[in-house]
């Protein structure tokens, strides 16, 4: 699954004019409209907040083929050489700013369902945001959510087709070409979170069937995004997830709300 050819430039001109092309076929109302593609950029997470910021409409979609700094969370990087999915979308979520982090969820049960419906892997997902292939528990792809205060960006990150050797260890590549992966991520993206705004319910119990995390024994180091992380870590077993987002550890002291923070399994 990591033995994908490096892409040559056939190909990469077909993959350009595939995806341009992509808003003609899609199968949605709003994600993707309109689609930005661009061969090379810092960070598609950042033009997509200068979208918003310009007063783009919820939907707007950024697609570049590789990033020159493309970020996780809390400042960590993020390889992304030619042959991944590197996606930002503009939100204006129709709910409480409290319940955005939620988003999160959403965007990974919508990219998981995508890379399946694109004909990858079966994957499994790890609190909050990272994409696991099921059957080699290593990290094909991730969701980076940032909020500004009319919008939300939410930034999907996924090794499509990356050849071995560009990715950090314990990454994996799933095989599948990035046109179809993009449109089959937009089309189940935009599903999920229309479930998350009208069955946020239904949404979470998504996302429960597809976690790696709940049931199993956790160590967590509890800290804001911006902080550093030198919080006290605690240990438990993560029971479930609430309509905020937040993962539910039961300690030996009680039950223990992390919205954010680093949870690892032991
Ligand atoms: C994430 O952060 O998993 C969120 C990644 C979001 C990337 C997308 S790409 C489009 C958009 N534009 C951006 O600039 N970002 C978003 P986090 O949970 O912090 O995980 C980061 C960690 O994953 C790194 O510290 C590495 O250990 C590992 N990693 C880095 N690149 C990887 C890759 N390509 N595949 C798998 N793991 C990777």
Do not use: C
Request: overall charge negative.
């Amino acid at each position: 699954m990591t033995s994908d050819p490096p892409i040559d430039a056939q190909v990469l001109e077909a993959m350009l004019s595939e995806l341009h092309g992509l808003p003609g076929a899609l199968r949605t109302s709003y994600l993707g409209r309109p689609l930005h593609v661009l061969h090379h950029t810092a960070s598609t997470n950042d033009v997509a907040r200068t979208l918003g910021e310009e007063g783009a409409e919820e939907g707007a979609t950024v697609i570049a083929l590789e990033q020159g700094a493309g970020r996780g969370r809390r400042g960590r990087s993020w390889a992304s050489p030619l042959g991944g999915l590197y996606l930002s979308v503009v939100l204006r979520p129709r709910m409480s700013v409290s319940l955005w982090p939620a988003l999160s969820l959403a965007a990974a049960v919508g990219a998981a369902s995508g890379v399946e419906a694109a004909g990858g892997p079966k994957i499994v997902l790890k609190w909050p945001n990272d994409l696991i292939v099921k059957d080699r528990l290593q990290k094909a792809g991730g969701i980076l959510l940032e909020s500004a205060p009319q919008f939300a960006v939410v930034g999907i990150g996924i090794n499509a087709s990356v050849p071995s050797g560009a990715l950090p260890e314990g990454a994996a590549s799933i095989s599948v070409p990035i046109p179809r992966l993009g449109k089959a991520v937009l089309e189940r993206l935009e599903e999920a979170i229309e479930m998350l705004y009208t069955d946020p319910a239904g949404l979470l119990d998504l996302w429960r069937r597809r976690s790696m995390t709940l049931g199993k024994p956790v160590r967590v180091v509890q800290a804001p995004e911006g902080e550093a992380l030198e919080g006290v870590a605690f240990e438990g077993v993560a029971e479930d997830v609430d309509a905020h987002g937040a993962l539910l550890v039961r300690t030996t002291s009680g039950v223990r709300r992390v919205l954010a923070g680093e949870v690892s399994l032991r």
